[in-house]
């Protein structure tokens, strides 16, 4: 281990409360690039202003992995005796008040497999460079005071061979372009508005491009511009598409804006990440830009439509607006993952997107809230920063964003955003700003929400319902438990905005009035449980009624209600909110894993509903397809007091039989008649009957009948989108057999050339619900198809094995053998994505004795490695602790 890394391992933990405004800043930034993938050497101009306040503070620049060429400090050179280097970085102890500092570094892009600061993509014959700099990126750059508090304005000259790198993008508007000799060329590129360094970018190198225009509601005239190579732009028209729905709904539905001439996205297929809200320059992942229907599925659609908004709102919600220090992440990503749901939600139907970030939430989120990688939304220390964007930080600050607009309203919310922005803009925000902004906005104190970001673990809400027939009166008790694991000393109540309906036995919902009300006040109302219990009293109801709760998903905990399962056959019939008849299906299938199967009054309440649901001509294909689709694996196997992935197995298996078996007839019967209409097209409500049509094909076949595996190889060849292709191979490859050898060979023919549809191809095997499936993986991993230095490849292998019950859990241990093995591997390579797998292993504590002692081996000798990455080693010591 070098010097440079050893310190880096052995760093020591940030706090929260030992945040100390900056003792230096940087008014302005000019940079001069001589780009090359072999070296790179980087000019930094930066004018510094010392805080007064800390008039004694010598400046300090990080800087990681960079040679330093020469530096001098107000046009005067200084000797090695002026400033001190370590492998965090440069100190230039004398240097006091506005300096002018000048510093050429050189870095070598195409050794960089971390893909932190300037890197290769691809090869490097025909590679091209590009930037990823959140979070701590930029000083692998230059030397900088890399941290989110710093906004300076930046001018950047990029040099490069013409021929080599035709293309050359910055942040910004574009300020001029020329040639140079020697067949180089030369742009440059302002950018008018201050930033932290997490959000510079820079793209160099051989790139095609859509262009389109968007004119603002303030009037100004954007280009916009795609970038990708050339094979894959033909695939970016989703992504305009996107981009202006976009801008137009952020423009209607927060009053914002763009602020540039420009707006570049570019595609690649090295990143490790989603996708990067670079101001005005956003990176993306292939796999969230390129879309067309032969090679990308209607949840590929979904997912660019997605992405591309989310990124584009950044430009406000993290970007004009950013965070003064990376404990309030979620203030940009909890803020902006809520304003892209809303967005996808107008988009679409608003009770399917509902349902599934509700999904997330549970598979994620509350898995990590309830292990050892537990922390809070704004957690109170870290020691890796890269290991926090997390479920936590993106999900549950969504969450916490939906209850504020829940309490507030609509109109509420918009006054309170407003507000915030007219505050913030330009500035560095904390959790209290925002929390203070909407709550002056609306004339309230909303500061108990801070609570919320301060604890992790989950809180359980119970409900409890009493009828009084003589008075027609129904007391409702609603009760708090905050979540056992907490961060921080106060333990008060949460507030818990609880959306709530009343509905009779005939499937009618009730007029709600309270007691002590003049009038009934609509059907739906919400109110927040802001202490330990309290008790509702609804007048005028006319016999005993079923509660519908937490209507919408109004807020992130563990319901426990005390409802029958004759109750819940009637919200899966009758609810108007479709989130809410989806939990009410996911509860009768909870209550029936429970009981392994054998409870028959919830059994006939699940299959009467879900029939009923299904001869309901009305109800959204989509909608119906999620009520008759179980919880995911991981949620149910969190039933278990010990997790034994054999029982989870079997369990679900019976389950599954049950509502194929009972269903027959209906499902075999809704294929075939959706399968007659299948046309492959991109129409709106398309995607939705073909979510139907292939969980009806995955029903056929989850019993191994013939006629499913003949259904689901003939939608194979005569597929007409990849939906349909892809839903299939699914089938066949779970089925086994020269069926799914068959198919396989086929698709992999069809797509040798798309890498993106290569991953789905790898992802499909690694998910095959069989032991000897590790033995797949590994014999994938010899493919020249596969890259170890590329993360969505390794993602699509490593993080469906890791999901995989029968292959990652075999009970001898393999699976834990060999995954460990290749995060060793990859630690060398990309610490970010081995740090990212090994949390994988942080439920180990909840698995049978023999898995978990099989788990915690392979977590210790992990651990006992003489050179881990920070990252990693941050995810081993916390699943340990």
């Not at 020697?182 to 932290?196: E, M, T, V």
């Not at 609509?410 to 902004?437: I, N, W």
């Amino acid at each position: 281990m070098s010097a440079s890394e050893l310190t880096a391992a052995q760093r020591a933990p940030v706090y929260l409360h030992d945040y100390r405004a900056p003792a230096w800043s940087v008014r302005n930034v000019a940079l001069e690039f001589d780009l090359d993938a072999a070296q790179t050497e980087v000019l930094a101009e930066l004018e510094l202003q010392q805080d007064p306040a800390q008039a004694d503070a010598a400046l300090f620049l990080h800087g990681e992995a960079l040679e330093l060429l020469e530096i001098s400090l107000d046009g005067c050179e200084l000797s090695p005796a002026d400033y001190q280097l370590d492998a965090n970085g440069l100190t230039v102890p004398h240097a006091r008040g506005n300096v002018r500092l000048r510093t050429r570094v050189r870095i070598a892009p195409e050794l960089n497999t971390a893909l932190q600061g300037l890197y290769l993509s691809g090869s490097h014959e025909a590679g091209f460079l590009l930037t990823q700099c959140e979070a701590e990126g930029f000083r692998r750059i230059t030397f900088f005071t890399d941290r989110p508090d710093v906004l300076a304005r930046y001018s950047v000259m990029l040099r490069a061979d013409r021929a080599r790198y035709p293309v050359l993008l910055a942040n910004g508007n574009p300020d001029g372009a020329g040639e140079l000799p020697d067949g180089r060329h030369w742009a440059r590129w302002l950018d008018p508005h201050p930033k932290p360094s997490y959000l510079f970018a820079l793209v160099a190198g051989k790139l095609e491009h859509i262009e389109d225009h968007y004119r603002t509601s303030e009037g100004r005239d954007v280009c916009l511009r795609i970038y990708a190579e050339a094979n894959a732009i033909a695939q970016c028209d989703h992504a305009m598409r996107s981009l202006k729905h976009s801008m137009r709904w952020d423009e209607e539905k927060f009053g914002r804006a763009y602020d540039l001439d420009v707006f570049n996205i570019v595609a690649t297929h090295d990143f490790t990440m989603g996708a990067m809200e670079n101001k005005g320059l956003n990176i993306f992942n292939a796999k969230y830009l390129l879309a067309n229907m032969q090679t990308s599925t209607d949840a590929d659609f979904a997912h660019v439509e997605a992405v591309v908004a989310h990124e584009y709102f950044h430009n406000w919600t993290g970007n004009r607006v950013t965070c003064r220090d990376w404990f309030q992440l979620s203030l940009k990503e909890g803020l902006t993952v809520y304003r892209e749901q809303e967005f996808c939600a107008d988009m679409g139907s608003r009770s399917l997107k509902r349902i599934e970030d509700v999904q997330t939430l549970w598979r994620a989120q509350f898995a990590e809230d309830a292990g050892p990688l537990a922390h809070a939304v704004r957690p109170e220390h870290y020691l890796e920063i890269n290991n926090f964007y997390t479920a936590t930080i993106y999900e549950k600050g969504a969450e916490i964003v939906r209850m504020l607009a829940v309490a507030l309203g609509r109109d509420g919310f918009r006054r309170g955003m407003d507000l915030y922005f007219a505050r913030h803009d330009g500035q560095a925000a904390t959790v209290e700003d925002f929390l203070a902004a909407l709550g002056d906005a609306n004339k309230t104190d909303l500061s108990n929400y801070l609570s919320w970001y301060r604890q992790a673990g989950t809180p359980r809400l119970s409900a409890n319902g009493r009828y009084d027939a003589a008075t027609r009166t129904y007391h409702l008790q609603l009760s708090q438990q905050v979540a056992s694991i907490l961060l921080a000393a106060d333990n008060s109540p949460l507030p818990i905005p609880v959306a709530l309906s009343l509905y009779l036995p005939n499937g009618d919902a009730v007029p709600l009035r309270l007691a002590g009300e003049v009038a009934a006040s609509g059907i739906e109302r919400v109110f927040v449980l802001d202490r330990d219990s309290m008790t509702l009293v609804f007048e005028d109801v006319f016999a005993p009624p079923v509660p519908s709760l937490l209507r919408g998903y109004s807020a992130p905990v563990l319901p426990q209600f005390d409802v029958s399962a004759d109750d819940l056959a009637l919200l899966l019939r009758a609810d108007s909110d479709g989130c809410n008849r989806w939990m009410a299906a996911q509860a009768l299938m909870t209550r029936l894993f429970d009981a392994d199967v054998n409870d028959a009054t919830t059994l006939v309440a699940m299959n009467d509903g879900l029939a009923a649901a299904m001869d309901d001509a009305t109800l959204d294909p989509a909608l119906l397809a999620q009520l008759l689709s179980l919880p995911a694996d991981s949620i149910l196997a969190e039933r278990l007091a010990e997790i034994d992935p054999d029982v989870v197995h079997a369990r679900i298996g019976a389950l599954e039989k049950n509502i194929a078996m009972v269903l027959h007839a209906r499902v075999l019967a809704r294929y075939d008649a959706l399968s007659a209409d299948e046309t492959g097209a991109v129409e709106a409500r398309a995607p939705a009957r073909r979510r139907l049509k292939n969980r009806c094909l995955d029903l056929l076949c989850s019993r191994n009948d013939a006629a499913g595996i003949v259904r689901a190889l003939n939608q194979f060849e005569n597929a007409r989108c990849m939906t349909d292709s892809l839903a299939a191979l699914v089938c066949l490859v779970r089925a086994g057999g020269e069926p799914a050898e068959h198919a396989l060979a086929a698709f992999h023919a069809r797509h040798a050339d798309d890498a993106l549809v290569l991953d789905k191809w790898f992802a499909v095997q690694a998910a095959r619900p069989h032991a000897d499936t590790l033995d797949t993986v590994q014999a994938l991993t010899e493919r020249a198809d596969f890259r170890w230095n590329n993360p969505n490849k390794v993602y699509a292998l490593f993080m469906t094995l890791a999901r995989n019950l029968h292959a990652f859990h075999r009970a001898d241990g393999a699976g834990y053998a060999y995954f460990g093995a290749c995060v060793q591997r990859l630690d060398a390579i990309n610490p970010q994505v081995a740090a990212r797998l090994a949390a994988s292993f942080k439920e180990w504590r909840r698995y049978e004795p023999h898995r978990r002692a099989l788990m915690q081996s392979e977590l210790q000798r992990l651990i006992e490695l003489p050179t881990l990455s920070p990252d990693l080693r941050d995810i081993l010591q916390r699943a340990l602790a």
